[in-house]
T-cell receptor, first 115, second 114 residues
Framework: AQKVTQAQTEISVVEKEDVTLDCVYE???????LFWYKQPPSGELVFLIRRNSFDEQNEISGRYSWNFQKSTSSFNFTITASQVVDSAVYFC????????????FGPGTRLSVLP | NAGVTQTPKFQVLKTGQSMTLQCAQDMNHEYMSWYRQDPGMGLRLIHY???????DQGEVPNGYNVSRSTTEDFPLRLLSAAPSQTSVYFCASRDRGLTGNTIYFGEGSWLTVV
């Protein structure tokens, strides 16, 4: 069965600090996809990144970076030089192979960036 | 670009009332789903559909019905609302054929059952 764990329920940092959000997943499939979504205070869910299980290259997008390690089943998300606008709930999600397979979401990590 | 549209955004219901949350997408996605979001539990799948005329249950289907008569629409019906159904509901869609395609969410519907 697939499962996503985000052990950090809430994190508070001061603006300009770096912060890493942890995501650990479980799956029996060899082909799967991992995602991060952001939910700002306004409530909508915003797609951030998708990574397939065959691509372990780390990815950087501006102040955001993602570290995918199959050996530890982790897909961690780092925000560099955090800003107040980064305050949100962040969800990690897993989708296994096969059309119709559904997404499994982690419980989310609430990030508060203080000025 | 409309994407996934949900209505209503806010609703208060009395216990025992029924209602329908509407969801429409204009991206010609065959896969649509409904999730509910509760504090500390992330998003949990209620029902999903892989195409018109096909629906299936997710993790938490009890108390909800769905139908998919067209590719565009996927309404969620609460048959007899209960306080336990107080939640935020998200409709989502994604493309068929390419596993792992990004899932697109509606803006959410905040439902309170009193």
């Amino acid at each position: 069965a697939q499962k996503v764990t985000q052990a950090q329920t809430e994190i508070s940092v001061v603006e300009k600090e770096d912060v890493t959000l942890d995501c650990v997943y479980e799956t029996r499939d060899t082909t799967y996809y991992l995602f991060w979504y952001k939910q700002p205070p306004s409530g909508e869910l915003v797609f951030l990144i998708r990574r397939n299980s065959f691509d372990e290259q780390n990815e950087i997008s501006g102040r955001y970076s993602w570290n995918f390690q199959k050996s530890t089943s982790s897909f961690n998300f780092t925000i560099t030089a955090s800003q107040v606008v980064d305050s949100a709930v962040y969800f990690c999600a897993l989708s296994e192979r096969g059309y119709g397979q559904n997404f499994v979401f982690g419980p989310g990590t609430r990030l508060s960036v203080l000025p | 670009n409309a994407g996934v549209t949900q209505t209503p955004k806010f609703q208060v219901l009395k216990t025992g009332q029924s209602m329908t949350l509407q969801c429409a997408q204009d991206m010609n996605h065959e896969y649509m789903s409904w999730y509910r979001q509760d504090p500390g539990m992330g998003l949990r799948l209620i029902h999903y559909s892989v195409g018109a005329g096909i629906t299936d249950q997710g993790e938490v289907p009890n108390g909800y019905n769905v139908s998919r008569s067209t590719t565009e629409d996927f309404p969620l019906r609460l048959l007899s609302a209960a306080p336990s159904q107080t939640s935020v509901y998200f409709c989502a869609s994604r493309d068929r054929g390419l596993t792992g395609n990004t899932i697109y969410f509606g803006e959410g519907s905040w439902l309170t059952v009193v």
